[in-house]
């Protein structure tokens, strides 16, 4: 069988050698290959572009599931002909449209907006945490707090305790934590708040795999400046200060998965508020 | 004892995680499970709940752990086996037939059930409004099971309700009972003379299953929302529900029911049920009425309520309640013992503390805080189902877990006399939740025993003999275990409170006459009517569990699979939403006026002339057409510019390439879009003066199109070559092909009828775009008789006879200019959501839509993807480009894939059934069917009509055109065909703009 790709990323692209690659986990709507110690995933949900990301068409999706399964399938890269092959599936991205995830940092960019005009209709939405995105954000929970004074803290094995309790907490197979701190991360991408240390710690504890690989995926990708497609809307509307723009674009992030979405606009409503709060201090 | 599963590396994702949460607590045996990834941070969470085990502490943060409490050692084989049994459906859900038989859009939902009635929506709230918002649309009533709607949607989605004579059930209404048949999670009821309409969803259920033990039923519940009776909404679907209830005829006696109500709506409802001509009972929680009033009654608890009723029903008197708890052995007062609650439905915990704080005169007032709805002296009320409870863990109606740890706390509180809770069966519940306690509670009871205590446990069934889990066999099990079970929570509060040494007092309520009102005429929809009144037919939009209980019912339900239309555009939902609800007859009018415009139009080849005798644009200046929208020189393909450079040169406007471009460098060219002045280009589309074009006329409506001819395949000028071979080439097409093809279609009176000819070869395999070859041959088969009798040199006629042979693709040209000239004709119709034009120039995709003229509405195009000839691949193509996409929007090219079947591996498409699927799939965004043109392929069924640029937003389904694909140097000509989808942007503005045009803001 043959399928072909609607887009694929200039990042997979590039890092891609003529190499085996196993089929890392599979889901309704895709699967992750694991390659050069990320993983791409190549399906189609709600056609959001990922990181190293393979968009099939809907239609091929269903087709592949029966085909695909983890731990025994494994894709050979044909760079000279653009496909990865298998028995019995080939994925052909020659023709298929390049995007990039990367984010383009833009130093213009303020804080200054009116987050509950942006924000407001998703402060309802209950997170993995049990907690409502406007609860978390507030700092009606406690540890909110806690985390924010490590933002810009040097106190590394402060920062290192404190984060124990978020990377990896939660329920899915991105626990919510994670998807909150990814959160931070985009916020941080947007507007640079965050301090060394915390980041440094943050990556010391996705090394040591303390959590998923799916997550360890992700914050690796958000520390290389790697962002799904509604997230660089996101940010590309704030810019332009489309505050409809920036409303679908959060929509979009509220679909993924049961609540990592919610879980992710909590982090960066978070993110945000601390370097809006940061900026009215200078 | 506490069992531990791994699954290492099992990656699921979170839905699956907690629907596999749901299935193994629902277990028998099983007493607790918690499921979650095995990263330190859940270690942590597991350890607090007391689910920590060594192999949970061995695995990893990519391992799934389950870890249950279960009663026997068995048990855990057992899990794995479920466990491993629900992965491998999750797997191949996919692929199953069921899955194939749910629809994926409105109007697949509506052409499969065109009787709905009902559309029951259980997605996202950010979501939820719009798709209420379009079901009001198509004349359905509503059940919104979803929450997190904003109060303003809810008021606008109910006002439209009542002004189309439709109702709005919800937001965030979990339970409803139409016709019998339980809407989202509801109990099996018998159905009965006793209508209920509630605010409430666990009252409704309290209600209901009291009604049914006492013999009678309930055939319509109507759940209004939590918010209906609040001043912003109005009650507005609470009154239409009434109404319609007065005029339902197996409805004898009605029940209203609310949370505290807005004053000011309470009054209206009172007032309106004043006028009531069937007997009412009325309860508002959190009131304590003294009187009745005749026909008229006012119940302080649910259980008041539904005896009420029911005696109302049997013609007997009303009076109050004779139930007395036997208790023995009960505290005395003067002890100060304490009774907690626990709770999984929050209408039954307010009931309980409003009943606890009545009878021991607490002064405080009912609500929630901090998660208890009483904490006072003691006494503690909680509902479990509050989202303080519940942490990203199943509700307490599926998952014993929480109440059980709340008991144990109970118990180790040496002041607590009574532990209270509810059971609650029915769809949605948990499968054994008497079973799943008992373990608990045995141990508490032991416990107690052991410290010398008296610690009752209290307990009422919400449920009937014929919910799935079985009243009778769950009651049983509370009672052997030495629970205390109550018929009602009220009976079970009361119980409570006796065994304190409290006395639950109901005061006889004298009935007075009935407050004087002026009378009314109150109307009721035929659509409410009819939904209150037979078993409805639903469109069920979300949770797939709803529709497998509707269809045990025997009710007619379509399954919506839903994602969010417009690409989940907030905006573009709303204008979609605009059009469609103000102005759905108008555009249908419109457009219905364009693709009758298409299916009339006449075609006919007239001649071939020089293209500056018939187009007036190129008098007395440089003037080059091209394709696609407008465009400046600078911003052109290379190949685009090439062709530029070969018309130049061939009107002798320079003698080389240095010269031509320097010209058109310096702006010395003024270029005009081939569409703006009635014709079209392929690929570069680049026109000139003296270039021969040509003369298509739809007779209809008297306009002309025209078209360059086809230059043949290899270097030619429309990919932007420009070497003297394709100058001579052009030169010879002025002065020989031109002129001869002319003379040649001038012998014909009326010209050439090109509808006939385009019918007979799509029958033939020519879908228009990259196959012509059946239409250039009947063509060719129509010339070569004249061509033969002209007087003319031999050698000409033998050459232009020997290029129509040849040239394969030459009808295309015809094509495009035919196409032109009837989409033209139709676009005279300046109104609807047609797709009039679809064009490209390199840089940008441009579409016209007939509501809004000439306007273009672009985007940047996209590349084609297909198969590439030898030595060349997708890095050496250029971006798309060419007017020939008029063809795909006059319904043939891409649109009419499955006419060629030949072409689909050449453009890349796959085989038969590939294009079978494309074809199927355009008719998802088209009108209609252009009966002129039928595809033997597709069961002589006719080809596309009417592209609705509506239809593409709100589907993201966009045109597929074939076309060529071009070296992005000039002059190197094709590289290959595929298939390339215009940017879904283009008809996103296009409709913005028509809905602003129509007054949008």
């Known amino acids: 069988m043959e399928v072909k790709a609607k887009q694929v990323s200039s990042e997979f692209l590039n890092m891609s050698k003529e190499e085996d690659y196993p089929v890392h986990s599979c889901f309704e709507h895709g699967f992750n290959l694991a390659a050069e110690g990320r993983l791409c995933f190549i399906g189609n949900k709600h056609d959001e572009l990922l990181p190293y990301g393979i968009l099939l068409k809907k239609e091929d999706v269903k087709k592949i599931r029966d085909v695909v399964s983890q731990g025994e399938t494994s894709f050979c890269m044909d760079q000279e002909r653009q496909r990865l092959v298998s028995s019995g599936l080939v994925i052909d991205f020659s023709g298929a449209q390049v995007f990039s995830s990367r984010y383009q940092k833009d130093h213009r960019m303020r804080p200054q907006m009116s987050l509950d005009r942006i924000f407001g209709f998703i402060k309802d939405e209950k997170t993995g945490f049990g907690d409502t995105i406007g609860q978390i954000v507030s700092g009606k929970c406690g540890n909110i707090e806690v985390i924010r004074n490590c933002f810009r803290s040097r106190d590394k094995e402060v920062i290192c305790h404190i984060l124990k309790k978020w990377v990896g907490y939660g329920p899915g197979l991105t626990p919510s934590g994670d998807d909150f701190l990814l959160g931070i991360l985009f916020a941080d991408e947007m507007f640079s708040f965050l301090g060394d240390s915390f980041k440094a710690e943050l990556v010391k504890l996705a090394d040591s795999r303390y959590t998923t690989d799916v997550s360890v995926n992700q914050y690796f990708c958000a520390l290389q400046h790697l962002f799904s497609k509604s997230f660089l809307e996101f940010a590309n509307a704030w810019k332009e200060r489309q505050v409809n723009q920036m409303a679908e674009s959060l929509k979009r992030i509220l679909l993924f998965g049961h609540t990592s979405g919610r879980d992710i606009a909590a982090g960066l409503w978070t993110g945000i508020q601390y370097a809006e709060d940061k900026w009215r201090q200078l | ?1001």
């Open chain 2, 1 to 1001: 004892m506490i069992k531990t599963i791994i699954k290492k590396g099992s990656y699921q994702d979170s839905v699956v995680l907690m629907l596999l949460t749901n299935k193994i607590s629902a277990m028998e045996g099983v007493s607790k499970v918690s499921i979650m990834m095995a990263t330190p941070a859940n270690k942590d969470i597991f350890k607090a709940s007391g689910l920590d085990t060594p192999e949970l502490l061995a695995a990893g943060a990519n391992d799934m752990a389950i870890v249950a409490d279960v009663e026997e050692e068995a048990l855990a084989d057992q899990i794995l086996a479920e466990t491993e049994e629900f992965l491998k459906n999750q797997a191949s859900k996919g692929g199953s037939k069921e899955a194939d038989s749910s629809v994926h859009n409105w109007e697949q939902a509506i052409n499969k059930l065109p009787g709905a009635n009902l559309a029951v929506i259980s997605i996202p709230g950010v979501y939820a409004a719009a798709e209420a918002d379009r079901a009001l649309d198509e004349g359905l009533n509503v059940f919104m099971f979803s929450d997190n709607v904003t109060i303003e949607d809810e008021m606008a989605l109910k006002k439209k309700a009542h002004e189309k004579g439709l109702l709005v059930m919800g937001p965030d209404c979990g339970t409803g009972i139409i016709q019998s048949v339980p809407v989202a999670f509801t109990n099996h009821v018998a159905p009965g003379r006793i209508g209920i309409v509630g605010a409430s969803g666990t009252g409704i259920q309290e209600l209901t299953t009291i009604i049914d033990r006492l013999g009678e039923g309930v055939t319509n519940a109507i759940g209004t929302g939590g918010r209906d009776l609040s001043q912003a909404v109005g009650g507005i679907t609470m009154l239409d529900a009434i109404n319609a209830m007065e005029d339902e005829k197996s409805t004898e006696v009605v029940i209203v029911i609310s949370k505290p109500p807005a004053k000011e709506v309470r009054d209206v409802i009172v007032e309106r049920l004043r006028n009531y001509k069937k007997p009412v009972v009325t309860l508002f929680l959190g009131e304590k009425p003294e009187i009745h009033e005749e026909n008229f009654y006012h119940a302080y608890t649910l259980d008041e309520a539904a005896r009420i009723a029911v005696k109302l029903v049997r013609g007997e008197k009303v009076i109050k309640d004779t139930f007395v708890p036997a208790v023995e052995g009960a505290y005395k007062k003067e002890e100060m013992k304490t009774i907690k609650a626990y709770y999984s439905g929050g209408t039954l915990a307010g009931e309980a503390a409003m009943m606890i704080r009545d009878t021991l005169s607490m002064g405080v007032g009912l609500g929630k805080k901090e998660g208890f709805m009483l904490n006072v002296d003691g006494h503690i009320v909680v509902d479990l189902g509050d989202d303080v409870y519940t942490q990203g863990k199943p509700h307490p109606m599926i998952d014993p877990a929480k109440r059980c740890e709340c008991m144990r706390d109970a118990v180790d509180d040496p002041s607590t006399a009574v532990i209270l809770f509810d059971i609650v069966l029915g769809y949605g519940s948990h499968e054994d939740m008497a079973k799943a306690l008992l373990p608990c509670i045995q141990e508490l009871k032991e416990k107690a025993e052991k410290e010398k205590r008296r610690v009752y446990f209290v307990t009422t069934v919400c449920g009937t003999g014929k919910d799935y889990q079985g009243y009778d066999y769950q009651k049983k099990l509370m009672e052997d275990a030495g629970v205390l079970v109550c018929e009602s929570n009220k009976q079970a509060v009361q119980t409570a409170l006796a065994l304190i040494g409290c006395e639950y007092e109901e005061a006889e309520k004298e009935i007075v006459p009935l407050g004087q009102t002026k009378a009314k005429e109150y109307e009721v929809s035929e659509t409410v009517k009819r939904l209150i009144s037979e078993k409805p037919s639903i469109i069920n939009i979300g949770l797939k569990s709803f529709s497998e209980v509707l269809k045990k019912f025997d009710c007619e339900v379509v399954q919506f699979d839903w994602a969010p239309p417009a690409g989940g555009n907030m905006e573009l939902i709303k204008v979609l939403g605009y059009l469609r609800s103000q102005y759905t007859d108008q555009i249908a009018e419109a457009n219905e006026a364009v693709i009758a415009k298409i299916v009339a139009a006449s075609p006919v080849l007239l001649d071939v002339v020089p293209a500056k005798s018939v187009i007036k644009e190129f008098e007395g200046r440089k003037v080059l057409l091209h394709a696609g929208p407008p465009i400046r020189w600078e911003n052109m393909t290379s190949p685009m510019q090439g062709s530029c450079v070969g018309a130049v040169l061939f009107e002798k406007w320079a003698s080389s390439e240095a010269e031509a471009r320097e010209m058109l460098e310096a702006g010395e060219i003024t270029f005009i879009p081939c569409h703006h002045v009635n014709a079209v280009g392929p690929m570069g589309g680049i026109t000139s003066a003296n270039m021969p074009v040509f003369v298509v006329e739809n007779i209809t409506d008297g306009n002309r199109a025209y078209c360059t001819m086809n230059e043949g395949i290899g270097k030619v000028l429309r990919f932007g070559a420009y070497s003297q071979e394709v100058v001579d080439r052009l030169n010879w097409m002025r002065d020989v092909l031109g002129p001869v093809l002319g003379k040649a279609i001038r012998t014909f009176e009326d010209g050439i009828s090109l509808s006939p000819l385009i019918a007979k070869a799509i029958a033939m395999g020519d879908e228009f775009h990259q196959r012509n070859i059946a239409a250039s041959l009947v063509f060719l088969k129509e010339l070569a008789p004249v061509i033969t009798r002209l007087e003319m040199d031999e050698k000409e006629r033998y050459d232009v006879i020997k290029f129509l042979s040849d040239t394969d693709q030459f009808f295309l040209n015809i094509m495009m200019a035919t196409a032109k000239a009837v989409m033209d004709g139709a676009r005279t119709i300046q109104e609807g959501t047609v797709v009039t034009a679809m064009c490209r120039n390199g840089e940008n995709f441009g579409i016209r839509i007939s509501g809004m003229g000439d306007e273009w509405f672009t985007a940047p195009v996209n590349t084609p993807q297909g198969l590439y000839f030898t030595g060349y691949d997708q890095e050496d193509a250029s971006p798309d480009m060419g007017d020939s996409a008029i063809t795909e929007t006059f319904g043939v090219g891409g649109m009419a894939m499955i006419a060629a079947p030949a072409v689909t591996r050449f453009v890349g498409a796959g085989g038969y059934e590939d294009a079978l699927n494309t074809s199927n799939e355009m008719m998802e965004i088209v009108l209609d069917r252009n009966p002129n043109f039928a595809i033997p392929t597709w069961n002589f069924q006719g080809i596309c009509l009417g592209i609705d640029a509506r239809k593409v937003v709100e589907k993201g389904i966009t045109p597929v055109i074939n076309t060529g694909i071009a070296h992005k140097e000039a002059g190197v000509g094709q590289i290959g065909a595929g298939t390339v989808h215009p940017p879904v942007e283009c008809f996103e503005k296009a409709v913005l703009a028509y809905a602003k045009k129509l007054g949008y803001e």
